[in-house]
């Protein structure tokens, strides 16, 4: 089989149920975690791990300003560019 460099096996031999099924191994499945299921040119199976989003929080996505200053804070933090603010004061 002909895969990418960055691929790893997981399970071998896997076979189908009578409804055409397969089981992913529990190590590599996440709570919650959908997934797009891709064939390609040479018949291999991928599976693409998708998430989705509340639809009260979707408006951050679709709104590139907003989307764009919570990502610059998000890096902020994690520069440790952070402050401890009193809450009962705002």
Request: no cysteine.
């Given at each position: 089989m002909t895969t990418d460099n960055d691929s790893t096996i997981v399970a071998k031999d896997v076979k189908p149920d009578y409804k055409r099924r397969v089981i992913l191994p529990k190590a590599i499945?996440?709570?919650?975690?959908r997934y797009d299921i891709y064939l390609n040119r040479r018949g291999q199976i991928i599976l693409d791990p998708r998430v989705t989003i509340p639809a009260s929080e979707a408006w951050v996505f679709n709104n590139p300003d907003v989307h764009a200053l919570v990502k610059r804070g998000l890096a902020e933090a994690s520069e440790g560019k952070v402050s401890r603010i009193d809450l009962d004061t705002l």
């Open positions: 499945v996440q709570k919650d975690i």
